[in-house]
């Protein structure tokens, strides 16, 4: 199971969104990548230690009613992780 967390504050390093998503998510996540940090597309991919779908999709609605660094995060859980799925 994949996350995908998207509207990420174009003020931050890669470093500070994966000590957030660390922080977050703690042990289900078990591979973090950020692309494109520091942009208004930024986003991350994160590898879920777990592979059932409702846990997935109700990780990614707590980290919807999250904000990071005063911007209200987006977030999706995906079986495939394809960043096509985002939304804005």
């Avoid at 994160?46 to 779908?53: N, T």
Wanted: aromatic share 6%.
């Amino acid at each position: 199971m994949n996350l995908l967390v998207w509207n990420l504050p174009q003020r931050c390093a890669a470093r500070d969104v994966r000590r957030f998503l660390e922080h977050e998510l703690g042990g289900y996540a078990s591979d973090i990548e950020i692309h494109g940090a520091g942009t208004t597309q930024a986003y991350a991919t994160v590898k879920l230690s777990i592979d059932e779908p409702y846990i997935g999709e109700a990780i990614a609605q707590k980290l919807c009613h999250q904000r990071f660094r005063d911007e209200p995060l987006r977030a999706r859980a995906s079986a495939s992780g394809d960043a096509s799925i985002r939304l804005h």
